[in-house]
């Protein structure tokens, strides 16, 4: 399965198409949760899909149109060292992502490069929602997501079922290790290679290296401990510290 995506009087087409008959049901399965996931999250934190899901099942692909945004993701502001309002950004990220948990959804797949800034507006959007799954108190699964380096662990290891609050937390321990990665260039278990970091290195690197969550900045620091302190439910009232700036 591969993607298309181009620019189009100022809409995003996306084109999701299949490679052989046999990933048509993985194909579907990947269009429809992104464009339900944003139909569904009312945010100004996340790309709108405009119009309808459409298909030609024939010429085996989905189109998906969507807002287009003029601006960066996060992988680019952090490695071309564009510069950005910390408090703004750091506020946003944490109610996009409240918008996304209200919602009962969870992204699956939160990484710099599914983050996206604007310059000219000061503000971010979550895009890319192609894992996005909604959830209930008494969800399971077994369906692991996620792109090394972001994901927990925990989505490493031989467990077998993931609840709910397992689901709803490794997005906010994602998050925080976005954060991180945003101001230093590094992730909780710091890899010197980011870009050629594979599933089995990472799995091999994490048995012999603790994480380090520290950013050297005292507010960042306090809202990564925050994200991952707890399985409980996501409360944005504890974050009243930075929302309120």
Same mark, same amino acid.
């Given at each position: 399965?591969? &993607?298309? *995506?181009?620019?189009?009087?100022?809409?995003?087409?996306?084109?999701? $198409?299949?490679? /052989?008959?046999? #990933?048509?049901?993985? &194909?579907?399965?990947? +269009?429809?949760?992104?464009?339900?996931?944003?139909?569904?999250?009312? !945010?100004?934190? $996340?790309?709108?899909?405009?119009?309808? %899901?459409?298909?030609?099942?024939?010429?085996?692909?989905?189109?998906?149109?969507? #807002?287009?945004?003029? =601006?960066?993701? %996060?992988?680019?502001?952090?490695?071309?060292?564009?510069?950005?309002?910390?408090?703004?950004?750091?506020?946003?990220?944490? %109610?996009?992502?409240?918008?996304?948990?209200?919602?009962?959804?969870?992204?699956?797949?939160?990484?710099?490069? /599914?983050?996206?800034?604007?310059?000219?507006? #000061?503000?971010?959007?979550?895009?890319?929602?192609?894992? +996005?799954?909604?959830?209930?108190?008494?969800?399971?699964?077994?369906?692991?997501?996620?792109?090394?380096?972001?994901?927990?662990?925990?989505?490493?290891?031989?467990?077998? @079922?993931?609840? !709910?609050?397992?689901?709803?937390?490794?997005?906010?321990? !994602?998050? +925080?290790?976005?954060?991180?990665?945003? @101001? &230093? =260039?590094?992730?909780?278990? #710091?890899?010197?290679?980011?870009?050629? +970091?594979?599933?089995?290195?990472?799995?091999?690197?994490?048995?012999?290296?603790?994480? /380090?969550?520290?950013?050297?900045?005292?507010?960042?620091?306090? *809202?990564?401990?925050?994200?991952?302190?707890?399985?409980?439910?996501?409360?944005?009232?504890?974050?009243?510290?930075?929302?309120? /700036?």
């Amino acid at each position: 399965m591969s &993607t298309i *995506i181009y620019n189009a009087n100022d809409v995003i087409i996306k084109h999701i $198409i299949d490679k /052989n008959i046999i #990933e048509k049901t993985t &194909t579907y399965k990947v +269009a429809t949760a992104e464009y339900n996931a944003l139909k569904n999250i009312n !945010s100004v934190y $996340i790309r709108k899909a405009l119009g309808e %899901l459409k298909s030609t099942v024939w010429d085996g692909y989905y189109k998906i149109e969507l #807002e287009y945004i003029d =601006g960066y993701t %996060l992988n680019e502001i952090q490695f071309k060292n564009i510069s950005f309002p910390k408090d703004k950004l750091l506020n946003q990220l944490l %109610l996009g992502y409240n918008d996304i948990y209200q919602a009962k959804y969870i992204h699956r797949d939160i990484k710099p490069e /599914n983050i996206m800034w604007i310059p000219t507006e #000061e503000k971010i959007k979550y895009i890319d929602f192609g894992y +996005a799954k909604k959830i209930s108190h008494f969800t399971i699964t077994t369906k692991k997501k996620g792109t090394p380096l972001f994901i927990h662990p925990e989505l490493l290891s031989d467990k077998q @079922f993931l609840m !709910s609050n397992d689901l709803y937390y490794y997005d906010r321990y !994602s998050l +925080a290790c976005v954060i991180k990665y945003l @101001f &230093t =260039g590094k992730t909780f278990y #710091e890899m010197d290679n980011i870009e050629n +970091a594979s599933l089995p290195k990472y799995k091999e690197y994490i048995k012999n290296n603790p994480p /380090n969550y520290n950013t050297h900045d005292c507010l960042v620091n306090r *809202i990564i401990i925050d994200l991952i302190k707890s399985k409980d439910d996501f409360d944005i009232n504890t974050f009243s510290y930075i929302l309120d /700036n």
